[in-house]
């Protein structure tokens, strides 16, 4: 009994009490999001908002257990974690049901649960794990490359499953490998990738490999000129000329038309509010119409009327802000903003380099989901169909969300434990 009270001794209160919170306002934004007069009960099974409950005390019980198991558990059993996980990806890809047009879940019992949404947590830790161990030094080409394989790997199978929205959350880590001493040009490079990748879509191609030849020959005047560095801008021309066709080809012939009205959608060139644009039309609708302090509690007509599509799920957001109005949705952004940076702070107090970095990766895709998802809700990201951590419905993103914390909350309190 004394070694389990110095167990929830130390446990950070200040996160748990951000995770509860955050889970009940969601659990409340689900029950007014499918709402029906004739289903009262809340613990009603046949409703989402009743399933909903059934997970939320299930992963009670999940993080319970974490905090009761070893904190060095997590470190030693990271990679077999890591491996189990990508075998379910592979299975899941011949066994798996298909919904939504992506072959990603389980059904066991009329229940589904989504592998993809539990490798994070694992992908996080075995990144931890590599990153921490006593022979990594990041000098190394090896020690470069590696984590970029335990990133990619479960990415790729999961665009195998057609579920790019989950893939693209795994970039997120990239985060870590900055904090790790990545170095910057790399970043720089991602961003000046994707920045050309937009212009790309945008305007014509060869008038953006014009300015990118522009933007080159003005570069060279800033340099010496010698012809190693001549050579190399010419050398990058050339790759942006390339990479800038092969955005053209792949928009116009490996996308699906829904796809690329998706894109268009999103970068303006098109308008479609009955199709692509419809869920974000609506989505921005209902937001708009709660105005500063919300309509109340189940009195959202866009929410009653079930105007939005997945309201429950992925454009969970759009119900806080038609009942809630901007009061409440700016409340939920500073939990959000709240819990991430708890988390951050919580990671540079940590005495081990494994919490230090798992740390990081738990707050990158926290990060990530928060700011992706609120942003195609009021239509400024493109929708990739990620949920909102905490919120949206669902067992297998509310289980691995919740894993994903609470081992980080159990490496916190095993900080300050008493050996």
């Keep these: 009994m004394k070694e389990q009270k110095g167990i929830f001794r130390y446990i950070d209160r200040t996160l748990v009490l951000l995770y509860l919170t955050l889970v009940l306002m969601g659990w409340i934004s689900i029950y007014a999001a499918v709402y029906n007069n004739e289903h009262s009960s809340i613990v009603d099974l046949s409703q989402s908002y009743g399933k909903q409950l059934l997970w939320i005390g299930t992963a009670l019980l999940i993080a319970l257990m974490i905090i009761l198991t070893d904190a060095k ?26 919904t939504s047009g992506a072959k990603s879940w389980f059904e066991i019992g009329g229940f589904k649960l989504q592998p993809s949404e539990f490798a994070k947590f694992a992908t996080t830790l075995a990144l931890a794990h590599y990153l921490s161990a006593l022979d990594f030094d990041n000098r190394k080409r090896k020690s470069q490359i590696i984590p970029w394989i335990i990133i990619a790997l479960p990415a790729i199978l999961i665009i195998l499953q057609n579920d790019t929205g989950s893939a693209i959350v795994y970039s997120a880590l990239a985060l870590v490998l900055y904090r790790q001493g990545m170095p910057g040009i790399i970043l720089l490079i991602a961003v000046a990738v994707a920045i050309l990748a937009i ?38 021309f050339i790759i942006a000329v390339l990479f800038v066709l092969s955005v053209e080809y792949a928009f116009q012939n490996i996308l699906e038309p829904h796809q690329k009205t998706r894109i268009n959608v999103v970068l303006g060139k098109q308008i479609d509010l009955k199709g692509a644009g419809y869920n974000v039309n609506q989505s921005k609708i209902a937001i708009g119409s709660g105005g500063f302090w919300g309509k109340g509690f189940l009195k ?53 380099e494994f919490s230090r970095i798992y740390g990081y990766g738990v707050a990158s895709i926290l990060f990530f989901h928060f700011v992706i998802n609120v ?44 050996v």
């Design 73 to 98: 558990f997590f470190n030693a059993f990271a990679y077999p974690i890591y491996i189990g996980t990508i075998v379910l990806l592979i299975v899941v890809l011949f066994l798996g049901n298909e």
């Design 199 to 236: 212009m790309a879509l945008l305007f014509n191609q060869y008038i953006v490999i014009l300015v990118v030849a522009i933007l080159l020959i003005g570069f060279v005047f800033f340099i010496r000129r010698t012809l190693k560095n001549i050579l190399t801008v010419f050398g990058i």
């Design 300 to 352: 959202g007509t866009q929410t009653k009327f079930n105007f939005v599509p997945e309201q429950s799920t992925d454009f969970i957001f759009c119900t806080v802000g038609e009942e809630w109005g901007f009061v409440g949705a700016t409340v939920v952004i500073l939990l959000f903003m709240a819990l991430i940076t708890r988390i951050i702070l919580m990671a540079e107090r940590q005495r081990s």
């Design 375 to 418: 942003g195609f809700t009021i239509g400024l990201m493109p929708v990739i169909g990620i949920p909102l951590p905490f919120f949206s419905y669902g067992g297998s993103s509310l289980w691995s969300f919740t894993i994903l914390l609470f081992i980080f909350i159990k490496q916190d309190s095993n900080r300050l434990q008493l």
